[in-house]
Structures are given as structure tokens and as C-alpha cells.
């Protein structure tokens, strides 16, 4: 799966080589560190996508296959970039997304937003997204 917008922003699937430079990402952009400790990231599958701009990685998120409802989460964008790319990177990630979930049946979408992410919130207001739910993400280790 691959998808360029013409601007130099490509998205496509992550691949086995790419959960170190993915978790740094998530690092930067704040996520809980015992998440990211305790997690081999390593094998990725085809389930993360990865948004890169001139060969670097500038974004991320996980694409969660469920029917009726699929979910999107762990979206992150590189910090060091302008607001308006910043914008342009959420965006091709979450219409990529939602595209590729929609061709394998699901409904509807949900994910959770950072609140440090206010630009994924902007993006998803205007793709006509509702705040449904607030709460607390919970995680178990399984292994």
C-alpha cells in the first residue's frame, strides 16, 4: 500500500524495519514511556502506517481492522515541523486510513486524540468527526 499527494508527503505501510525509528517518533510526540518500554515494536506488520517528506519520517498511526467499527490510534507527527504540514501530514494519514478500513468493511472509525495534538482534532472536525467518549486508555501487557 502506497499513497503520495503529490506534495512530498508519501503514506505508506510500515514494514518489520521500521518499528525503531517509529517508536522514537512516538517517543517525541509524548506517549507514555512504559508503553514504549515494554513493548517489543520491532514487528510492525502491515498495520501501522508511516508518513514520510523527503525520505525522513514525519508521522505515524495504527490502523485497528474491526467491523462494524475500526479503530485509529497512536497518531503521531514530527514536532519540529510548521502548523500547516503538520496539518497536511494528519490529514493524508487519516484519509489513508479511514480509506483502507473502509475497503476492508468497517463502518465507522474511532481513535483516541492527544489533547497535545490539536491539529488531528482540527482535521478530524472538519472530516465531520464527533467527540463520542472521554476517559482514560488503559493498557495491559500481554506477554
Known sequence: M???NGKRI???TAAAGDGAS???LL????????????IDWMDLGGYWLKATREGALVGCMQMIFARP????????????????????IVRELLDFGCRVLAENGAQA?????PFALKVAKRQLRKRGA??????????????
Do not use: C, W
Open 22 to 24: 517509529i517508536t522514537a
Open 10 to 12: 508519501s503514506i505508506t
Open 2 to 4: 502506497a499513497y503520495t
Open 130 to 143: 464527533i467527540a463520542t467518549e472521554q476517559g482514560n486508555i488503559m493498557t495491559k501487557r500481554l506477554v
Open 27 to 38: 517517543e517525541a510526540s509524548h506517549y507514555h514511556p512504559r508503553l514504549l518500554e515494554f
Open 109 to 113: 472509525v474511532s481513535g483516541t486524540v
Open 69 to 88: 467499527v475500526a479503530r485509529l490510534e497512536y497518531l503521531a507527527v514530527a514536532e519540529d515541523l510548521k502548523p500547516y504540514v503538520q496539518a497536511k
